[in-house]
């Protein structure tokens, strides 16, 4: 099944419902979706770049640029 035809029985699918909660957790959805829009803009990257990134993780841990999984956590605490 295609892109187009998959939407189109979504629509009708969800035309069929009669429960305004139902309705209004599809809205809210939809908005929080256009929110991340940068989200759903997901480029994958080169493996070249993919390996750049690590030398350079690799080269902050041996400098001590880093945070411990403790460090990150006490922030959302």
Sequence with gaps: ?????RK??????????????????FEQL??????SKDLLDVHPITEEEFRNRIDQA????KKGRYKSSQELL????
């Design 8 to 25: 189109i029985e979504f629509v009708q699918e969800f035309l069929k419902f009669q429960s305004e909660e139902v309705v209004s957790y």
């Design 58 to 61: 690799e080269l902050d841990f």
């Design 74 to 77: 006490a922030k959302f605490e």
């Design 30 to 35: 939809l908005y929080s979706l256009k929110k």
């Design 1 to 5: 099944m295609n892109l187009e035809s």
